[in-house]
Every structure is written in structure tokens, then in C-alpha cells.
């Protein structure tokens, strides 16, 4: 059986176009997927059923006992932390939020290490976005900054960008200019008409230095910052100016540098200096699949968009206190429900050290790194393979993500509100 | 030398099995140009031990003409952060690149994921 116009459920592109081979309940191909995406659907490593670590190794557990005993150990902690939520849908992330609420948690996710410092910058001078659409239809200027396409999102370029024509660029590879910032040389710097080679740290200096050009001030600016020359830095600034319609795209080479949320709030005003000329727009290249809806899952349910802490009674943020980095590197938490994220292989070795001195759930289809420190895991279906629910793009276009299959296993969801059940019930199912 | 982390095709397609000898391999990986290699007298295929305020890892080299010199590049995971410090200045996000590093070269073996993972306290499943 072919599925047709499956939504990929790996980075933040979510391409809606893939034809997925399924028989005898496995995907057997993909067509259309890129190479990230086809390994996502062909990997069938699963854990079998739930796990619990044991004095001397692991046990099988029935699923309901796995099930009450997280709510035991989440009701019994004082300071649990609800950490992951981008490898889920926005059903999981909203049934995530309620229980951090009901047991007095703080839920973070794997934004705090990824695009947290944008949202930062974007709550400093707000977000002059568009949707993925408006950049393939209209934009003659693509800038991708601190970021790799072809390694983190291959399929951008030919769906938004370079390879793609739009409705006012009719010859996309012939007619659209890209930028590319980086500090070394990559597959994407490689098909850049400029490449902006800076200095590793240069960001903020370099971002500045073409706001003032693009402000007339071009004067100030010294012959050379941050390794790029004023003559590159000038030729990049018109041609920004002159472009009809500008997308200015950025990744973790801004948000994980020193300056952190400044070096995207320059990056903003950059993009607001541009558009007293013309049009330009500004998108952060989110990375996991629904990275975003737990931002916008949050947001509508607490306020805020990541790092909340219900300890209070009430949602509380402050990035830098209630994150998961933070929190992990202080011993603050002791408890951790890990979902759909695998923080033992992304955090700092300091933060992974505390998860091994409590307990740990985790909730996700495949042993990964945090499974090394998990005292339960719950295999889940996989968001997008054999669960359906809603993500969002990296515009924050929400999309339906199909169920392809069905292997009988329970989605996030289903188990975190069972888990909120028994709380509320008071213990036992 | 300064220390870059960030993503690569085989890094992603071995991500969701991360027990995988590929994902090992990938992430153990470390970017040094070429004169870089020549300065501390190794070549493609051997080892470095990367070490940032009393943490160290082990990695093998790969020469890369697009990699600055004085700088190394490695694969997001358990390898390079091992050396990655928590602090994150009050932003929540740790420093994930631009981390100054001491570099020398090294026979020992490279850690496999799990073994890292142990000595954090964890345990292989």
C-alpha cells in the first residue's frame, strides 16, 4: 500500500508531499523524503514494550504498571521537571502542560537549546515573519545565517528557495540571490552567490555593521569587521536594499555563540532597518518537527512560550532559572519525565551527571541516551508514523500529521492524560 | 583551539538509534583544517583528546578545507558534550560552539556513547 502526501515528521520543514510504502504494518519506502527523513520512517529499532532498570539490569513491565508508577513518582516529587515535547504533537504538548500544572512541575523543551534565544530577541523587538509560501512565491534575496540547509533541513532549498519557482520568480535558481553566513565552509555556503566568511564570535559586530550601511552610515564602518571586508559587507547591503522581497533565515550559529538572544535582535532590527526600502521577512530555522507548536501550545496555555514553572500555582518564566540546563546543572529537580526528546545526548555532561541521582521517565518508541538513565520507559507511537495530531511548521503554519500505520501502541497523549487521571483520582487506575 | 558543535547528514540519519555504531562513529568525529592536523602531527583516521576545564574526550580526526584553522568542528551529541559547559549566562542555552579547548594528539580509544553515558553514572541498556 502507497500513502500518499504524508507529512514528514522530522525537522521543522514538515514537507507534506512524501509517498510512504507500508506492508505488513512496516514502511518498506519512502519516496520524496530526504535522506533524514527516510532513515526517521525506515529506523524499526523499537523498544518492544516498557522497561524498568532493575539493581542488576532491565524488566518487562505490563504497561499499566509503568503507567501508575510515573504518576506515583511525579506526585511524589516536590520539584519534578517535564522536559522534551518537539518529537510530539500539540495534543501530547497540551496533555504535557496540564499535568506540569497539576503536579507543580516545570516544563521545558529542547527550545531552551535551540531557538530559545530567538524567541528572547523576538519578545525584546518582535517578529517580522511570513509563511514559507510568501518566501517561494516572492523573494529574489534569501539570507541563511549561522546555519547549514543542506546537513539540518535538505529539503528547504528546493521547497522555499533556491530550486524552487514561485508565482513572481519564475527561474528560482537563475533569479533568487542567496546569502550564506557562516564560519566555515559548508554544502550550503557552496551554492551561496555570497558567502559571508566571519570570524567565529563576529555575528553582532558584522549585523551592525550592515545596519548602518543600510541606514547610509556606511562611513563608520571599518575596512574590515570581524574578517568580513567593508567592500563585501557594502555589495551585500545594496543588495539586500534592492531586492524586492527579502527572507532572512538563521540557526544555531546565532543562537548558540556568545551575545546569544542579542545577536537575533540585531538580526531583527537588520530586517526592520530593510523594510523602510523594501519588504524582508525573518525566520528562524526551527529544527525537530513540532519544536514550534510546543512554543505555541504553551503560549496559549500559560502565557508563555517554554521554561514555565507551576511550582507557584501559577505560571512563572524566566529563562536562565527555569530552564532544563539550569535547573539539571543546579540538582534542583528531583524528578524528570523526559518526552519525546533525548536530553542525555544534548545537554552538557554537568546536567546529564544529576539525571542519574533521580528518577527518570521517559516516553519515546526507541532506547536512546536518556534511556541510560531511565528508571521507566514507555515506548510510544511514533508522531507522524503510527500517531496522528497537529505540528507546526517553522512559519507557525499548524499541519495534520497523518497516521500511516498502526503497531498497537499508545500515543504520548493517551498516556500522559492517564497519567494526570490517576493523580487526580488519587493513586491506582 | 576554539570548539564548534552543530549538525551533519549522518549525524540526523542515525539520531533516532542512537546505540548505533554510525551514530558513535559520526559523533566522535572532529573537523580540524588541514595545517592543523600538520601542526600537532597526525593525519585523517587518528586521534585527539579534546579537553575544557578538567572534562576530555577522545575523538578521531578528519582533515576539512572548510573548516578555519584554529578552530575544530564536531558533530552534535554525547562526544562533544562531554566537554561543553552547563552555563548558559542566564539565557538558558549553554555554549554550544565558540568554547576554547586544549587539543593534543592521543592513542587512546575513542568511548562509545554507552560507555560515556556510564561514566555519568548511567547505565547500558
Known amino acids: 500500500m502507497i500513502v500518499k502526501d504524508v507529512i514528514c515528521p522530522f525537522c521543522a520543514c514538515l514537507c507534506d508531499d512524501l509517498d510512504v510504502h507500508v506492508e505488513d504494518g512496516r514502511v518498506t519506502g519512502v519516496d520524496n523524503a530526504c535522506d533524514l527523513g527516510s532513515h526517521k520512517f525506515m529506523t524499526d529499532h523499537r523498544l518492544e514494550g516498557p522497561i524498568r532498570r532493575t539493581a542488576s539490569g532491565w524488566q518487562e513491565i505490563p504497561l499499566e504498571e509503568a503507567i501508575r508508577e510515573t504518576a506515583e513518582l511525579l506526585e511524589a516529587a516536590e520539584r519534578p521537571l517535564l522536559y522534551g515535547w518537539s518529537g510530539t504533537c500539540g495534543e501530547a504538548q497540551s496533555a504535557g502542560v496540564h499535568l506540569a500544572e497539576r503536579v507543580g512541575g516545570v516544563i521545558d523543551a529542547t527550545t531552551s537549546v535551540c531557538h530559545g534565544p530567538s524567541i528572547l530577541a523576538i519578545q525584546e523587538v518582535g517578529h517580522p515573519g511570513c509563511t514559507l509560501g510568501q518566501v517561494k512565491n516572492r523573494a529574489d534575496v534569501v539570507v541563511y545565517w549561522g546555519c547549514n540547509p543542506q546537513h539540518a533541513h535538505p529539503r528547504h532549498l528546493s521547497r522555499y528557495t533556491t530550486y524552487a519557482d514561485g508565482f513572481f520568480v519564475h527561474n528560482a535558481f537563475k533569479e533568487r540571490k542567496v546569502i550564506v553566513a557562516d564560519i566555515r565552509g559548508t554544502d550550503s555556503t557552496n551554492l551561496a552567490d555570497e558567502f559571508i566568511r566571519l570570524q567565529p564570535g563576529g555575528d553582532y559586530a558584522v549585523l551592525g555593521a550592515l545596519r548602518a550601511m543600510v541606514r547610509g552610515k556606511g562611513s563608520v564602518v571599518p575596512p574590515e569587521v570581524a574578517g568580513v571586508s567593508r567592500e563585501q559587507l557594502q555589495r551585500i547591503a545594496d543588495l539586500c536594499k534592492k531586492a524586492k522581497y527579502g527572507a532572512f533565515f538563521f540557526g544555531m550559529g546565532l543562537t548558540q555563540t556568545a551575545g546569544k538572544y542579542k545577536n537575533i535582535r540585531n538580526a531583527i532590527e537588520l530586517v526592520d532597518e530593510l523594510s523602510r526600502h523594501t519588504k524582508w521577512t525573518l525566520t528562524p530555522m526551527r529544527g525537530h518537527f513540532n519544536v514550534y507548536g510546543f512554543n505555541e501550545v504553551c503560549t496559549w496555555m500559560t502565557g508563555y512560550p517554554y521554561a514555565v514553572d507551576f511550582a507557584r500555582g501559577l505560571a512563572f518564566y524566566n529563562p536562565g532559572e527555569t530552564t532544563a540546563v539550569d535547573i539539571l546543572a543546579r540538582r534542583e529537580c528531583d524528578m524528570c519525565l523526559v518526552v519525546a526528546s533525548d536530553p542525555a545526548a544534548h545537554f552538557p555532561a554537568e546536567a546529564v551527571e544529576h539525571l542519574a541521582s533521580i528518577p527518570v521517565v521517559q516516553l519515546d518508541p526507541f532506547p536512546n541516551l536518556t534511556t541510560a538513565f531511565a528508571r521507566i520507559q514507555i515506548p510510544v507511537a511514533v508522531s507522524g508514523i503510527d500517531a496522528e495530531g497537529t505540528a507546526y511548521r517553522m512559519d507557525g503554519v499548524p499541519l495534520r500529521m497523518r497516521k500511516v500505520l498502526d503497531r498497537g501502541c499508545p500515543d504520548d497523549a493517551s498516556i500522559l492524560r492517564e497519567i494526570t487521571r490517576i493523580i487526580n483520582d488519587g493513586g491506582g487506575p | ?125
Open chain 2, 1 to 125: 583551539m576554539m570548539l564548534n558543535t552543530g549538525r551533519t547528514i549522518p549525524q540526523g540519519n542515525s539520531v533516532e538509534y542512537k546505540p548505533s555504531p554510525e551514530y558513535g562513529a559520526e559523533t566522535s568525529r572532529a573537523f580540524l583544517a588541514p595545517l592543523d592536523l600538520m601542526d600537532l602531527g597526525i593525519e585523517s583516521g587518528e586521534r585527539i583528546r579534546v579537553t575544557h576545564r578538567g572534562r576530555s574526550v577522545v575523538l578521531t580526526v578528519s582533515a576539512s578545507d572548510g573548516i578555519p584553522p584554529g578552530t575544530l568542528f564536531v558533530p552534535y551529541g554525547a562526544h562533544a558534550n562531554h566537554v561543553v559547559p552547563a552555563a548558559t549566562h542566564g539565557t538558558g542555552m549553554p555554549d554550544f560552539k565558540n568554547i576554547m579547548v586544549e587539543v593534543e594528539p592521543t592513542r587512546d580509544p575513542v568511548r562509545s556513547v554507552w560507555e560515556l553515558m556510564e561514566d555519568l553514572g548511567g547505565r547500558r541498556l
